[in-house]
């Protein structure tokens, strides 16, 4: 699902532009044998909020859903003002068929994100921990939900041992967390199909490589372990188009990253639905600007598979998956 | 422990004769037998009284020996089972293949294990379980309602969050949605035992689909049959009603969803492998609903639907045994293959209702307990009647501080599930603790009461817990059932688990009201009752009554060709006549392929045939009787809901009888003495399950499937034996060229007695033709086989096009051949023109079975992948 792209650096826009991408992600099964009966589940949507704003959308499925369901609100998070609820697209497929073809094209604005961060400002990353302790009788936090072990990203006490260095008592939050990224980036290595989807995260630890989803749900069970809210980010990532061309067809990738909860953070939003959450991208070691298209949230890659369904029949499948991202305006 | 019986007195009171029986109890615990003065407590005192009268403790013993062995007979004979789980196994559970007709079980099934004597509950201790359960289900009722929306529990800190946002049983999918109906649970089962003070306490709550109202039922039934007077006499109050409470609960929300069509209703199994099978084909047959597996149900544009033989019927309500996170394989747990994909968008949809809704599952954990008294305090301002056992949740610190130095008298629990059904693992409890505060949870011990149980001829007192469960009434209020599930240690100090070897009890709850002697069975029904009581035929019960019988018929016909093959070997034959027997040996999985025939060595065929009859997994290629006993078994196993007890049991007595008379030592083969009399007893069994069957069965399109496919097996099987006694060089060189060879041929078509009145010359074989082909009353011959199978075809669901292209495959009329065809003829003539019949019918009957299950079963199978 990633190649080796994703660890480009992103483009570099000027600073402080918001930038209008327009992205194309194919994703294409071929079956060995008639596929009888299909559903499918779709996070294919970029998120809507302050800074990013999804001009068109258009789902083109091949072939065509006898049964298109309308897109569901999902996973409503009551009283939450965490996240903004993740689009989701159910169809299904009850006619055989020997391949599937999904294609999403987006239309989004982005607008360029923590700026003015302070990491030095940030809050302790003990105190932050300790409030979202039962017993402390602080006030309940929606955001203390990413902090538990999640289907991807089980509890390692190894990953507690990995991060402690970087957060010694007192330190403020995010300057723990970017030197977790800094070293996590430093000492691992990407290697694209070095690990698939159900590599288990100790593996990923004891040999040091992985792809994006590796570093992102790495990330995360390690601030986890500090008893840190961390969630994962499933989006694009506007690459360097080759010099004097047009960006390559297919040449991206989707990409994942990790979002760290420390409301209180100088250049981190304080209000609407992103409040108190500050990216981090671990596979290219950088804080996301306008580059990154974010389309949805959740504990680990689980919640927001970009596409997947539960097939009868079929047999062996091929999957094939082709990400563009184009920049159509810079502002 | 030593142990003097009373000495023999006939003055002894009855109440006496029982206690001289009784053990002593651990006197830190509650004897339900006993007053703390050794007297037997009054509801004993009674249970005494009313037993048969004998005069001696010896006696006594004798009685209840006999006794608990009648009712061990009885769980066999109803074949009672419970599928006991390796760890291995459990881990695995879900990714079992589940194919209805095939496949092996992991597992293995022990005889369900009961207790002679009841445990006896008295009504006032009655009236306090009941008051604490009843408060304690409308208020986890109440719970989830907040959660699925305000949520103030989580946000007034009275509920902690991770023991909702972690535990696996919070369905992110499904937050912030009310079930349909607004009702999330529709029975709730709580864990309770007695404390050495006689005070009830809570162990343990089951929300997801709690077990045990199977076997409760049928423990009833089996216990009171022994104990009838002392059931009267102690006024033992009835369950059937909670059970049609449960029923009509779930009925009234689906009618709801349903609109203007009528309700449908089904039990939602994970299958034959899973723990507690039996009591979900025992359930479903007594409340009167199809029992499905996940593979039966589809869902299509946010409805759910029954694939049946009549296509796909509508679902409106499901009972569930099958835990939340097994059953959307889209957007729960990838690994099961035991759900349905896409019954989360029925149920935000609003379109099914499921008992229970999902999502409760956080409310097992234990840690819980240790917020539910606030939490009531919250919603009703009243202090929970029924206390839990004290709990701890680690992850509290102030609760950890507060026990971590008096952890002796205290259990370590998991707050999270885990993995397969292994004891929670850790090496040091502060050390688990420190790694991972939230996944612990203390709970006191408590010294459960002593039940007595009786075994090696004394009352031994066992260590006791009973589940209770609490049924929904829709309108916001619940009923206790007045009874329950007690489970005791297999030994005095054992913990208390089916699992590990327990074993249960019937409960009695006594009543000083009025009893509600409510039965499910006899009732009068409405018309729209009637409707909804014609069971629709799942597409996977039909494929099974479709093999059901047509192993019934093969198993007949392998017999009957054994019996033959066995009696034929020491008398002289002619040649022709002992290779077609080997041939239809052989063709018919008696001999394994490669044997020599019975021409180049009698013994060493006689060997391979005998050697083969009780190979059940067919290991020496030979797929003979026991192998056919077996697959009959495995269709009917699947079948349960369906078939009479008494069908069943005669399908399993058949297997367990047969293989027990020729079992000997291991080298040793079976001498044909031994084999024949089997033989015919087998033939007599086969002959009462045929008879079950075709006049014991109601003639839906299940019954007609079945019918179709014992038609079809029986084609194939005549067509198959005419082919082999009819096919050779030359006719002079057949095996009908001898009179034995007809009369054999006649035989194994069970037409003997016919031919010998009809016609004089044996070997004329025209007569034959007329009688095994021609004769359409003969229920053996071709045209006999053909006609019937014509007439049930016509009354199989679907489209007339659909039926005529499947009559289409037979012949139009008769069986295909007339006599005038044959007449003038000389022999060869008639013979080539009999095989060909017979080829063409044979490969016509393939076709038929494959273009049957195309129609009516495929839809059912093939396994789903995640992709």
């Known amino acids: ?331 | 422990m030593p142990f003097s019986p009373a000495p023999p007195s006939p003055l002894a009171s009855e109440a006496a004769l029982l206690a001289a029986h009784a053990l002593p109890a651990d006197p830190a615990t509650w004897d339900e037998l006993r007053e703390p003065s050794g007297a037997l407590r009054p509801a004993w005192a009674v249970f005494a009284r009313e037993m048969p009268a004998v005069a001696t403790a010896q006696a006594l013993a004798q009685d209840l020996n006999q006794r608990r062995a009648q009712v061990q007979q009885r769980i066999q004979a109803d074949g009672v089972t419970h599928n006991v789980f390796t760890e291995a196994a459990a881990d695995q559970r879900g990714a079992v293949g589940l194919n209805g007709a095939g496949g092996v079980a992991a597992n293995a099934a022990r005889p369900w294990s009961l207790e002679l004597l009841p445990l006896i509950i008295e009504p006032a201790d009655w009236a306090q379980i009941s008051a604490g359960v009843l408060q304690r289900a409308a208020l986890l009722e109440q719970l989830l309602v907040d959660l699925a929306g305000p949520q103030q529990l989580l946000h007034r800190g009275l509920l902690p969050p991770a023991l909702v946002l972690r535990h696996p049983g919070w369905l992110r999918p499904l937050q912030g949605h009310r079930p349909p109906g607004g009702q999330h649970l529709y029975v709730v089962a709580f864990d309770i035992a007695r404390g050495a003070d006689g005070r009830w306490w809570l162990a343990a709550q089951r929300t997801q689909g709690p077990s045990g109202l199977g076997y409760m039922l049928h423990n009833r039934l089996v216990v009171v049959q022994q104990f009838a007077q002392a059931f009267q006499q102690l006024r033992v109050q009835r369950i059937a009603s909670a059970y049609r409470q449960l029923l009509s609960t779930l009925e009234q929300q689906a009618a709801a969803v349903a609109g203007s069509s009528t309700p449908r209703v089904v039990l939602l199994t994970p299958g034959p492998y899973s723990e507690t099978y039996f009591e979900h084909a025992y359930l479903a047959r007594y409340l009167g609903v199809p029992l499905v597996e996940g593979g039966d149900l589809t869902v299509r544009g946010e409805r759910l639907y029954m694939k049946t033989v009549e296509g796909l019927e509508p679902v409106h309500g499901v009972l569930r045994r099958l835990d939340d996170d097994w059953c959307d394989p889209l957007e729960l747990r990838a690994d099961s293959t035991l759900g349905v994909p896409g019954l989360l968008q029925a149920t935000r949809a609003g379109t099914v209702v499921l008992a229970n809704a999902l999502g409760s599952g956080f409310l097992e954990s234990p840690a819980v307990q240790a917020y539910l008294p606030g939490i009531a305090q919250h919603f009703s301002g009243q202090p929970l009647l029924m206390p839990a056992m004290p709990t701890w949740w680690c992850g509290d610190a102030q609760a950890w501080q507060q026990v971590r130095g008096a952890l002796a008298d205290k259990v370590m629990r998991s707050t999270y599930p885990r993995g397969g059904r292994a004891s929670p693992h850790y090496g040091h409890p502060e050390q688990a603790v420190h790694e991972d505060a939230d996944a612990w949870t203390l709970q006191a011990r408590l010294p459960m009461s002593r039940a007595p149980i009786w075994g090696d001829g004394a009352l031994k007192p066992r260590p006791a817990m009973v589940r209770v469960y609490a049924i929904a009434d829709g309108k916001g209020g619940w009923q206790v059932m007045p009874g329950g599930m007690t489970r005791v240690a297999p030994s005095e100090d054992g913990s208390v688990s089916m699992q590990r070897g327990g074993t249960s009890l019937d409960t009695w709850v006594m009543t000083n009201g009025p009893l509600d002697t409510y039965s499910m069975l006899p009732q009068r029904l409405q018309a729209d009752d009637l409707v909804r009581r014609r069971r629709p035929v799942s597409s996977r019960t039909g494929e099974n009554l479709f093999w059901l019988g047509r192993y019934t018929e093969r198993t007949e016909q392998i017999v009957r060709l054994a019996r033959t093959t066995l009696a034929l070997l020491p008398l002289e034959v002619p040649a022709p006549v002992r290779l077609a027997v080997s041939t239809l040996a052989l063709r018919s999985g008696l001999a394994p392929p490669g044997v020599p025939t019975l021409l180049q060595s009698a013994t060493l065929f006689e060997r391979s045939v005998l050697a083969g009859l009780a190979d059940a997994t067919a290991a020496q290629g030979a797929y003979s009787i026991a192998y056919n006993l077996a697959a009959l078994e495995r269709a009917a196993q699947s079948l349960r809901d369906r078939l009479s007890p008494k069908q069943w049991g005669l399908v399993r007595s058949m297997g367990a009888g047969f293989r027990a008379a020729l079992a000997g030592s291991a080298d040793d083969l079976p001498t044909p003495a031994r084999v024949l009399p089997a033989l015919d007893h087998l033939g007599l069994q086969l002959a009462a399950v045929t008879g079950m069957q075709t006049d014991r069965m109601t003639r839906d399109h299940g019954w007609r499937l079945l019918t179709v496919g014992r038609l079809i097996e029986r084609l194939q099987g005549v067509a198959l034996r005419l082919d082999v006694f009819v096919h050779a060089e030359s006719f002079e060189k057949s095996a009908l060229g001898s009179v034995a060879g007809v009369e054999l041929l006649v035989d194994l078509l069970d037409s003997l007695i016919t031919f010998r009145a009809r016609y004089q010359r044996h070997e004329d074989l025209l007569a034959l033709a007329d009688l095994l082909v021609l004769d359409e009353t003969n229920p053996r011959s071709l045209a006999g086989v053909l006609r019937r199978l014509r007439l049930e075809i016509d009354k199989l669901p679907g489209p007339p096009e659909g039926l005529l292209a499947l009559r289409a495959l037979l012949p139009a009329q008769g069986a295909g051949l007339t006599l005038e065809q044959l007449q003038g003829a000389d022999d060869k003539s008639v013979a080539t023109q009999l095989r060909n019949l017979a080829l063409q019918l044979s490969s016509s009957a393939s076709d038929l079975a494959e273009r049957v299950s195309g129609h009516y079963f495929t839809p059912a199978h093939g396994l789903d992948q995640r992709v």
């Not at chain 1, 006898?66 to 569901?72: D, I, L, R, T």
């Not at chain 1, 538990?148 to 089980?154: A, E, K, L, N």
């Not at chain 1, 008592?169 to 000492?187: F, I, N, S």
């Open chain 1, 1 to 331: 699902m990633n190649s080796p792209l994703d660890a480009v650096p992103e483009a570099q826009p000027a600073p402080g532009a918001a930038l209008l991408l327009e992205v194309q992600h194919d994703t294409h099964y071929r079956y060995a044998t008639p596929v009888s009966l299909a559903h499918h589940l779709a996070h294919l949507q970029p998120l809507q909020d302050e800074h990013q704003t999804v001009l068109a959308f258009d789902l083109d499925i091949d072939p065509q859903p006898e049964c298109p369901v309308p897109s569901q609100q999902a996973a409503q998070q009551a009283q939450s003002s965490s996240a903004a609820p993740p689009v989701q697209q159910f169809f299904s497929l009850t006619q055989p068929h020997r391949h599937l073809r999904v294609r999403a094209s987006s239309r989004v604005r982005v607008a360029p994100r923590f700026k003015d961060l302070q990491p030095s400002q940030s809050p302790p990353w003990d105190d932050l921990a300790a409030g979202l302790r039962h017993s402390s009788g602080a006030p309940y936090q929606a955001a203390a939900q990413f902090s538990y072990p999640s289907p991807f990203v089980p509890r390692l006490p190894a990953l507690r041992r990995y991060a402690e260095p970087s957060f010694p008592a007192g330190a403020p939050v995010v300057q723990g967390a970017l030197q977790l990224m800094q070293r996590l980036h430093d000492e691992f290595s990407y290697e694209a199909d070095s690990t698939d989807i159900d590599t288990p995260l100790d593996q990923v630890l004891e040999h040091r490589r992985g792809v994006c989803q590796d570093f992102a749900h790495l990330m995360i069970g390690a601030l986890r372990m500090l008893g840190l809210p961390a969630r994962y980010v499933s989006g694009y990532l506007l690459t360097q188009p080759p010099e004097g061309g047009p960006a390559l067809l297919g040449a991206d990738a989707t990409h994942a990253w990790v979002q760290l909860w420390c409301p209180g953070t100088p250049g981190v939003p304080s209000t609407g639905a992103a409040a108190g959450w500050l990216d981090l991208d671990p596979t290219n070691n950088r804080v996301p600007g306008a580059g990154h298209v974010r389309l949805a949230l959740g504990r680990d890659f689980c919640d927001v598979t970009p596409l997947r369904g539960v097939i009868r029949g079929g047999g062996q499948h091929t999957l094939a998956v082709g990400v563009s991202t184009r920049v159509l305006q810079s502002s």
